[in-house]
């Protein structure tokens, strides 16, 4: 998730010393488990980044304008990312 804020300056979080890649900045978003994934098979991607944000941030996606989603590839990683404009910051 790519959340723009107001100015249009992107949410980043550090990583905390526990994490394997602790003192990198990230945007907020975690990854996909398996209680994403519905019974059809499909995956709550939109749900998934709103709890996240929740969880990582304290902050909901109630009220931002949703972009488009985009897949970013890095050699096997997969990153996927969807923009949400805020207009506070």
């Known amino acids: ?8 300056e ?3 979080g550090v ?3 526990s994490t394997l890649n602790a003192g990198r900045a990230y945007p907020p978003g975690g990854s996909l488990e398996p209680k ?4 059809n098979g499909s995956i709550d991607l939109h ?5 996240e944000l ?12 949703a972009g488009e989603y985009l897949a970013i590839f ?3 990683r997969l990153a996927i990312v969807r923009r949400f404009d805020v207009d506070h910051s």
């Open 54 to 65: 929740g969880e990582e941030t304290g902050l909901d996606l109630a009220g931002a304008r």
């Open 15 to 17: 990583m905390a010393q």
């Open 47 to 51: 749900g998934s980044m709103a709890e």
């Open 36 to 39: 994403d994934v519905r019974p």
């Open 1 to 8: 998730m790519a959340l723009a804020q107001g100015n249009g």
């Open 10 to 12: 992107l949410l980043m």
């Open 74 to 76: 890095e050699g096997q």
